[in-house]
């Protein structure tokens, strides 16, 4: 007998296949549980059929056709599922799993990167704030969800009008005949996405005042750090397979299909919080620079008192949280103010420091090394999922295709995974016994390199590298829209540069080299664009150019002293005609 069959969905496009139901002799898909109507199972196998075809070809005579059985139902387990039970099921299975995968972030932020264990008695009440601001909890959710189903437009009717409504059992259908259950799935998962999880996992370390940015987030989910992409197996495990009353697999409910941008899960955690109203308080400045200043290998005891009076000073608005996805982020924001501070301490104004860094070396180039070397050494940071094979393998099987195995149940199938098993362990053995050959071709390799290109070394470096370096540094420019301006000679008065920008096909940044290698640096650090790192500079400096205006102007302004107010003035008041309080 015919237990399971390998078929391209209709309803989900996969092609997991279809499994045969003990319950009413259906087959469904493994991955979206819908009903196959093409096959059902028959009291007949399909060896006995063949020999039947050929039997009755070799003695022309007609066989007993053998009637197919008649699905059965199972109505101590099927049809006696009312409608409440039925969305009250898959709305508890929904948000129970979403609450677990909150709860499973927040352990690992606590236990992999040392976060506060405050945000785990945060996150309780922030989420079922949430929920009640959603109303799917409310009693008329499920009839509203079930009405707007129904009203919608007639040519808008996915594959499943086409066949009875009758085969779903006593499952509840609308006049589209749409199963209801995956309706309310639907109208679950667009009120709370699944990508909502990380965003109020950032916005509990946002209110704990961690220095935790929405780009940590977002690279430790795509590492597998926090639970997120394979969190579904965790949740299966936790609250155990599909019921009759929810019949949607894990792995369909809870089962991200891409990943969310840190622009994207900042503007989600700002807006979870005015669904809440809750009012946030702005990024833990503090922290966050002293983060950045520690990765840029900047004496933090010199730069960061200057950059806490720059924001106390200024207090930029988007040092908070915006529902705006165009928006500055908050950790960019962050790190032009920082960037501001490290040009006033160092005066980086177009002196030449990056070209003087490349023929001498003195205090004031020291910084430019630094900096180079901090962009460099970022630039060549590797994950550690790619740092060699077996890493490779284990990230794809742990995080890309998490709990994806062969579910057959045919002998014969399971014999050819057992041989495809066997296969990929002779290769295995194959690469692990050629990997030290490869090692040592690679260093041989290496050598001959050194060699050859020993004499090409020493002849740069007899040639101009000053005007190779710059030379590159232009091109360098130029990918970026940046325009490269030769250092200041002649200064007569040594000041801050505000750098303008200048509009061609799109809009290009002229600015000193100097300039330049602190930007790309720092935005390397922020993991920004260095374009945008540069908007958020400019803009930030054009706030501070317009405090200094009106303290200017609020300084200079005289007062007569002379001048009395009308309503302090005795001659004035004696001249009002007197009031009449009398009765």
């Not at 600015?511 to 930007?519: G, K, N, R």
Request: charged share 25%; net charge negative; hydrophobic share 35%.
């Amino acid at each position: 007998m015919v237990e399971r069959f390998e078929q391209q969905c209709r309803n989900c496009g996969s092609n997991v296949g279809f499994t045969q139901s003990d319950d009413d002799g259906y087959f469904y898909c493994d991955n979206c549980s819908e009903r196959d109507m093409d096959i059902i199972a028959t009291g007949l196998d399909e060896e006995q059929l063949n020999i039947r075809y050929s039997k009755g070809c070799n003695t022309s005579r007609r066989a007993n056709p053998v009637e197919p059985t008649v699905p059965t139902i199972d109505f101590e387990k099927n049809n006696f599922i009312s409608y409440d039970e039925y969305y009250s099921e898959i709305r508890s299975r929904y948000l129970n799993g979403l609450q677990f995968m909150i709860q499973l972030q927040c352990r690992a932020l606590v236990d992999k990167f040392n976060v506060s264990p405050l945000i785990i008695g945060l996150v309780g009440p922030l989420w079922l704030r949430f929920v009640a601001s959603t109303r799917i909890t409310s009693d008329e959710w499920a009839d509203q969800t079930f009405q707007d189903s129904e009203s919608q437009i007639q040519g808008e009717e996915d594959n499943e009008s086409s066949h009875p409504g009758d085969r779903y059992g006593s499952e509840p259908i609308n006049i589209h005949r749409k199963r209801i259950i995956y309706v309310w799935y639907r109208s679950l998962k667009t009120a709370i996405p699944i990508s909502r999880s990380l965003a109020i996992s950032f916005l509990v370390c946002h209110l704990a005042r961690e220095p935790i940015t929405p780009s940590d987030i977002s690279n430790w989910t795509l590492e597998g750090k926090i639970p997120y992409f394979s969190a579904f197996l965790e949740i299966e495990n936790k609250f155990g397979p599909r019921s009759n009353a929810c019949p949607i697999l894990a792995s369909c409910m809870f089962r991200p299909i891409k990943a969310v941008s840190s622009q994207k899960l900042e503007s989600m955690a700002a807006d979870v919080a005015q669904r809440i109203r809750l009012q946030l308080p702005p990024v833990n400045f503090h922290a966050v620079a002293s983060r950045y200043l520690r990765q840029l290998s900047l004496p933090i005891e010199k730069l960061l008192p200057l950059a806490c009076r720059i924001c106390e000073w200024s207090n930029p608005p988007e040092l908070y949280l915006s529902a705006n996805e165009l928006r500055i982020p908050t950790r960019v924001c962050v790190m032009s103010i920082v960037i501001v501070a490290i040009r006033v301490l160092y005066g980086i104004n177009g002196y030449g420091m990056w070209e003087s860094s490349l023929s001498n070396k003195n205090p004031s180039s020291e910084l430019m090394q630094i900096l180079e070397a901090k962009y460099s050494e970022i630039d060549d940071m590797q994950q550690e999922y790619s740092s060699n094979l077996p890493s490779y393998l284990d990230y794809c099987k742990d995080v890309v295709f998490p709990g994806l195995w062969p579910s057959y149940k045919n002998p014969e199938k399971l014999e050819l995974v057992k041989i495809e098993n066997e296969l990929l362990d002779e290769l295995w053995d194959f690469y692990q016994n050629n990997k030290d050959i490869k090692k040592q071709i690679d260093k041989n390799k290496t050598r001959v390199e050194d060699y050859s290109y020993g004499d090409q070394d020493s002849a740069r470096e007899n040639r101009a590298s000053k005007d190779l370096e710059i030379k590159r540094m232009k091109m360098d420019m130029e990918d970026n829209k940046f325009w490269y301006i030769p250092p200041r000679s002649n200064v007569k008065r040594k000041d801050y540069i505000h750098y303008a920008r200048k509009r061609e096909d799109v809009y290009v940044y002229a600015v000193h080299a100097d300039y330049y290698v602190l930007l790309r640096s720092c935005a390397k650090v922020a993991q920004v664009e260095t374009r945008i790192m540069r908007i958020a500079v400019l803009a930030l400096e054009r706030r501070l150019q317009w405090m200094e205006k009106r303290a200017d102007s609020s300084l200079r302004m005289k007062f007569n002293l002379n001048d009395t107010c009308g309503f302090c003035n005795s001659d004035s008041a004696t001249d009002d005609d007197p009031m009449d309080l009398s009765i």
